[in-house]
């Protein structure tokens, strides 16, 4: 037979053929490459549009179920027994869906890490709330120093919780770790040895927690009471019961109290206008993020320097006044300090900051030759192996370091065990107390003496310097990250021989003199074209409370408003680290100035709010976002939450996040990182079948023209 030619059709028919055969293979690899994605741990939750599996789905309820770890170390041993338990069943879970290939949500894979890893921290220091039998376990062989530990873990929790305003007491009872309701016989011993190290802990306490202690007044002496602080209880130990108390007292300072005669409750209103001042700082520390290492400590002792003055009244024998001078929030206030002052100011702005190597140390001892001589208070701050001193009160103007060589600077000579001595102008050396020697040692307080070289931390984008790391105190309450209103200032902005940087604005008065103000932060809006009147955002430095909200028991306080908000976007999926809060005002221009305006002349149309990338962030990350009803209004109430982008739309664009909101600040922006790997051709499954569709009208008709030159070539055979 004739061999026969391959035709137009069949090779028609045999390419539609080929080409539906390979488009088919690629199908199927994309579909699997999807799938892939969704269970990709480091995938993000929300570029699954899949719905989530119920096994996932049910270990996630357990998850979210669990409490967090600053309420875990607030409870008894017997609770914490249940808690652990559910956490080692939830643990297991976790790791049969990693087998399966299935994943939680990155931020409930942390939450139970870090409860597993503080109940392995417990077990690690001797105080096990686990056994075998799922009894509360006994104190090991080294029950005085566990206890201690343990009595001292607690303390630290609390009085954060005073600088925070959530506890009001500063009376604090221990009795509750002490006796755990099965080590009745152990009772008396643990009793007196935290009795016996009473004073030995608040030393470390006001050390480590300094920043936090600034409501604190060590000064404070009577008959039971020595530098604010005193210890007592007693117990009683029967067939039946066993009941007593050990509490540690703080007074508090007279600023910071409820009433004159009340040294142990704090007026809370009173730590609300602490916390204001304190976002200043955050607000310095946000303004050089992106700095060296040296820049930033730089950049802190200066601005401190502009912000307050020594305060030699206070210094003198003969002062009466107030604690106000001894406490770092006046530095932010703008008020007169002494050394004190200028060094726990300092170093709060180093622990609000993430350096690449460098460390702060607050030290107390005796300094002669500059301001504040005799007892004295300055800083450390150690670079790798090297450390130097940081007096940031004789930095300041009129002061014999000014403006910067006893800043990173080494002593002429002299040891850190005896008498270190820095010639300048005149001798000026300082004595470390003997507390200071046995507390901080020889590593850090050493000084070094080569001169330290800035050339050597040039400026770079640090990348632990990103959203979510400014914070390595997870207890630290997050502020706002743009400077806030101007205030009033206790000096000129501009000192002789000194300059001015930034954008603060001068104020003139009738001498001509300039007084410093801080940068408001203002953002654009966009109204409806047909409200033709002006407005404005102003960022504020911290969330106040509207007298809507005073009455509402989960919205009176600027911090039960800052966690509410959080939460409606953690719920999201979004990691709390992940997350800034604003305050902002919405102001309107009328009568030749700038006015916030009311709940009756918010433009019922909303007002869209662009916020700015979040440091470190950009167009190409995944952004949601919140805002707070703090006053009723366009049909919402007060304490309403409006998320985005379900209230409505969240768009991006270079100058930031816009979304339109229908009320008054409070606002959170949250963000993930966008999914990275995939094909920029792949399409999202969304159950459009249009594509499989094709598919199969290819497929068709590619059979149907196979099929004709089949026939065609029986027809030939048969001639």
Not at 113 to 141: H, S
Not at 406 to 418: D, E, Q, V
Not at 460 to 472: A, E, F, H, L
């Amino acid at each position: 037979m004739k061999k026969q030619k391959c035709g137009f059709r069949q090779k028609l028919g045999i390419v539609l053929a080929a080409g539906m055969i390979i488009s088919n293979v690629n199908f199927a690899v994309l579909s699997v490459s999807a799938t892939d994605l969704a269970d990709d741990p480091n995938g993000p939750a929300q570029e699954n549009t899949m719905p989530i599996d119920p096994e996932v789905q049910e270990v996630l309820n357990a998850v979210n179920s669990l409490p967090s770890l600053e309420v875990v170390k607030g409870k008894s041993f017997e609770d914490q027994i249940t808690i652990r338990d559910e956490v080692e069943i939830i643990a297991t879970a976790v790791a049969d869906l990693n087998a399966k290939k299935k994943y939680l949500p990155e931020s409930a894979r942390e939450t139970v890490d870090t409860l597993q890893e503080y109940f392995t921290t417990l077990a690690e220091t001797g105080i096990n709330p686990i056994e075998d039998d799922g009894q509360p376990a006994e104190l090991v062989a080294d029950k005085e120093t566990s206890i201690v530990n343990t009595v001292s873990d607690y303390l630290a929790e609390e009085i954060k919780k005073i600088a925070a305003g959530t506890r009001t007491s500063t009376e604090i009872d221990v009795f509750n770790l002490i006796y755990t309701g099965s080590n009745a016989d152990d009772v008396s011993l643990l009793f007196e040895e935290i009795k016996a190290k009473s004073n030995e802990m608040f030393q470390s306490l006001l050390i480590t927690y300094q920043n936090d202690l600034y409501w604190f007044d060590k000064s404070y002496k009577d008959a039971t009471t020595q530098g604010g602080f005193s210890f007592s209880g007693n117990y009683s130990i029967t067939d039946t019961a066993v009941t007593g108390s050990a509490v540690f007292r703080f007074v508090v300072s007279p600023e910071y109290r409820v009433s004159a005669d009340n040294l142990y409750t704090l007026d809370t209103t009173k730590i609300n206008s602490a916390n204001t001042a304190l976002a200043k700082a955050q607000a310095i520390v946000d303004a050089n993020a992106g700095k060296s290492d040296y820049e930033k400590l730089l950049a802190y002792k200066n601005a401190i320097c502009e912000m307050t003055s020594y305060n030699h009244d206070a210094a003198s024998d003969s002062y009466s006044g107030t604690n106000e001078p001894w406490q770092m929030v006046s530095v932010f206030e703008g008020k007169p300090v002494v050394c004190e002052g200028y060094s726990k100011a300092f170093q709060y702005l180093c622990d609000l900051s993430t350096f690449k190597n460098a460390k702060c140390y607050t030290v107390t001892g005796q300094m002669a030759g500059g301001t504040g001589a005799g007892g004295h208070m300055w800083n450390i701050v150690s670079i790798g192996s090297n450390n130097y001193l940081v007096d940031v009160t004789n930095c300041d103007e009129g002061s014999i370091g000014a403006p910067d060589k006893l800043f990173m600077a080494i002593p002429s000579s002299g040891a850190w065990n005896g008498t270190y001595a820095f010639a300048l102008s005149r001798t000026i050396s300082y004595v470390y107390d003997p507390s200071q020697i046995s507390y901080y040692g020889e590593s850090i307080l050493k000084l070094s003496t080569t001169p330290y070289d800035p050339t050597k931390d040039p400026v770079v984008d640090d990348p632990t310097d990103k959203p979510g790391t400014d914070n390595p105190d997870d207890n630290k309450p997050n502020k706002p990250n743009r400077p806030s209103k101007p205030t009033t200032p206790s000096k000129p902005s501009s000192k002789p021989g000194s300059s001015s940087s930034g954008s603060a604005s001068g104020n003139q008065t009738g001498d001509n003199t300039s007084t410093q103000t801080t940068p408001t932060t203002i953002w654009a809006v966009e109204t409806s074209p047909s409200d033709q009147n002006n407005y404005r955002l102003e960022v504020r430095s911290a969330i106040e409370v509207p007298a809507e909200l005073a009455g509402n028991d989960t919205l009176n306080t600027p911090q039960k408003i800052e966690s509410q908000i959080r939460s409606s976007l953690t719920a999201k999926g979004i990691s709390n680290d992940n997350i800034r809060v604003y305050d902002v005002a919405l102001q309107v221009y009328a009568n030749g100035t700038w006015q916030d305006v009311s709940a009756e002349n918010f433009p019922a149309e909303g007002v869209t709010v662009t916020v700015p990338y979040p440091s470190g962030t950009d167009s190409t990350y995944n952004f949601v976002a919140s805002h707070l009803f703090t006053k009723s209004m366009n049909g919402f109430p007060a304490g309403h939450i409006e998320t985005f982008p379900e209230s409505g739309v969240i768009t991006k664009s270079s100058a930031g996040i816009s979304f339109t909101v229908h009320g008054l600040s409070p606002i959170s922006v949250g963000w993930s990182r966008a999914a990275t790997g995939t094909s920029a051709n792949v399409s999202p499954k969304t159950g459009d079948q249009s594509t499989i569709l094709l598919y199969m009208v290819l497929m068709i008709f590619a059979a149907a023209i196979m099929g004709t030159v089949y026939v065609k070539q029986i027809r030939v055979r048969k001639k």
